[in-house]
């Protein structure tokens, strides 16, 4: 279904007009966001809010990868060659989402809003949790389809307390978190789409197409 790589494609360039028009200078939002907390990363509200970031940006999209490769080991070993064809296929989106930042902070070469290693855009954190949001929301589409909604708002949300954490801590202007759920929407719907786990599982057919 052509929808999705459009829509892949739209967010993908929705991602780099934001990068290229926040390379040089910031927003005026972007200034007056990091100027309303400026300095609460400092003393233990910031130690505090660093530890939440750093679980849900980096530990939690970790895990989530770890217990994604032993369930596609699982299920192959069970003969459950669908369930783990459909996992990996995940992985694959997985991956590919989270290059939104690996290549990108060198593309843009951004600065931070305060001294802080690596460059800005996109949120490193934010396209973590976004990347697994998003790769939760498929895996449930086509393993546990009742749990697709809570699973795509209680995800979403985290991405949102992530990129608030990153935005606290004074380490990212807010153009870095909106820039990286767009790259990882662009990226991943593409990535997705490639992988065929778009636009899902069709009712008359309940195996995945190889």
Same mark, same amino acid.
């Given at each position: 279904?052509?929808?999705?790589?459009v829509?892949?494609?739209?967010?993908?360039?929705?991602?780099?007009?934001?990068?290229?028009?926040?390379?040089?200078?910031p927003?005026?939002?972007?200034?007056?966001v990091?100027?309303?907390?400026?300095?609460?990363?400092?003393?233990?509200?910031?130690n505090?809010?660093?530890?939440?970031?750093d679980?849900l940006g980096?530990?939690?999209?970790?895990?989530?990868? /770890?217990?994604?490769?032993?369930?596609?080991?699982?299920?192959w070993?069970?003969?459950?060659r669908?369930?783990?064809?459909i996992?990996?296929r995940v992985?694959?989106?997985?991956?590919?989402?989270?290059?939104?930042?690996?290549?990108?902070?060198?593309?843009f070469?951004?600065?931070?809003?305060r001294?802080?290693?690596?460059?800005?855009?996109?949120s490193?954190?934010?396209?973590?949790?976004?990347s697994?949001a998003?790769?939760?929301t498929?895996?449930?589409?086509?393993?546990?389809?009742?749990?697709?909604?809570? @699973?795509?708002?209680?995800?979403?949300?985290?991405?949102?307390?992530?990129?608030?954490t990153?935005?606290?801590?004074?380490?990212?202007w807010?153009?870095d978190?909106?820039? /990286? @759920?767009?790259?990882?929407?662009?990226?991943?719907?593409? /990535?997705? /789409?490639? @992988?065929?786990?778009?636009?899902?599982?069709?009712?008359?057919?309940?195996?995945?197409?190889?």
């Amino acid at each position: 279904m052509i929808r999705w790589p459009v829509t892949g494609v739209l967010f993908l360039g929705l991602f780099v007009a934001l990068g290229l028009a926040v390379a040089k200078q910031p927003l005026g939002i972007d200034l007056t966001v990091t100027g309303a907390f400026q300095g609460l990363w400092r003393g233990t509200f910031g130690n505090l809010t660093k530890i939440v970031s750093d679980l849900l940006g980096l530990v939690l999209p970790a895990a989530a990868v /770890a217990g994604l490769l032993v369930g596609a080991i699982l299920a192959w070993y069970r003969g459950l060659r669908r369930e783990a064809l459909i996992v990996v296929r995940v992985l694959v989106v997985y991956g590919a989402a989270r290059l939104t930042s690996w290549l990108g902070k060198p593309i843009f070469v951004r600065e931070r809003p305060r001294a802080y290693a690596e460059f800005s855009y996109p949120s490193g954190h934010v396209v973590a949790i976004a990347s697994t949001a998003l790769a939760a929301t498929l895996l449930c589409r086509w393993l546990a389809p009742a749990l697709t909604r809570r @699973v795509a708002v209680g995800s979403g949300l985290l991405t949102v307390l992530v990129a608030l954490t990153r935005l606290v801590l004074g380490v990212h202007w807010l153009s870095d978190t909106v820039g /990286a @759920v767009l790259g990882v929407l662009g990226v991943g719907l593409l /990535a997705a /789409a490639v @992988v065929r786990l778009l636009p899902g599982p069709v009712p008359e057919r309940r195996s995945l197409p190889l």
